[in-house]
């Protein structure tokens, strides 16, 4: 069983809307969580880093929650843009020696 | 440099060769990791590096692949006798340490294919 899932697998969404992308773990222990953005054929990029005590960190358009308790977080991404069109990637820090990273999410904006 | 710089981006090899893919870190990031991509799929861990000491070597698939990091700079991924299922994006990320927090930055990757 996969220690860190995301769903949907795969989203698609038109321009200009919002979605929401899930991220469920069990890694233990935790200390951060982190969601990355990889372009096809590029390297994953951070969208933003949330320690255990933090509940919601913002970058520009892009708001990723976290619910340590249930082990859950999301990324929630606003009036999307064509650009947005990605992959979403979800990783699990386990004190920096090992990241748990997820399968992710193929996002697909449509004009 | 500015960023990671991995190189080849590209490398197209015949099955049974050898082939070194490097990984040049940000200046200063004492942590270096390599990860491979298959088309598709997830990334899955293969080393990590603080300095020039490898504590985790857990996710080398097998004997063929190997690591080495010099100056604590530089890292080379060599893959001996390569396989078809070899195949695959080749990445490689830095931080400024291996501690929890640090931002790790990848870079583009080199894709190898294996005929």
């Known amino acids: 069983k996969n220690q860190v899932e995301q769903s949907p697998q795969s989203l698609i969404i038109l321009e200009g809307k919002n979605c929401t992308l899930q991220c469920n773990y069990t890694v233990s222990p935790f200390s951060n969580l982190r969601w990355y953005k990889q372009d096809t054929g590029r390297g994953p990029v951070s969208l933003t880093i949330?320690?255990?005590?933090?509940n919601t960190k913002s970058n520009g358009r892009y708001t990723a929650t976290l619910d340590a308790d249930t082990k859950q977080s999301s990324l929630h991404i606003t009036a999307s843009q064509l650009s947005d069109s990605a992959s979403y990637i979800c990783v699990i820090d386990n004190y920096g020696q090992n990241f748990v990273f997820g399968p992710g999410t193929r996002l697909s904006v449509l004009p | 440099g500015a960023g990671v710089s991995q190189s080849p981006s590209n490398k197209v090899t015949e099955k049974g060769k050898d082939v070194e893919l490097r990984c040049d870190p940000i200046s200063g990031h004492t942590a270096l990791y390599w990860y491979r991509q298959s088309l598709g799929q997830g990334l899955e861990f293969l080393i990590y590096?603080?300095?020039?000491?490898?504590?985790?070597k857990s996710g080398l698939p097998s004997d063929r692949f190997s690591a080495e990091r010099t100056g604590g700079s530089v890292s080379t991924l060599t893959i001996q006798r390569t396989q078809q299922e070899d195949s695959a994006v080749y990445l490689c990320?830095?931080?400024?340490?291996?501690?929890?927090?640090?931002?790790?930055?990848f870079g583009e990757g080199s894709w190898l294919t294996v005929v």
């Open positions: 590096f603080q300095g020039n000491s490898a504590p985790d």
């Open positions: 990320a830095s931080s400024l340490g291996g501690g929890s927090g640090n931002t790790i930055y």
């Open positions: 949330m320690t255990f005590s933090e």
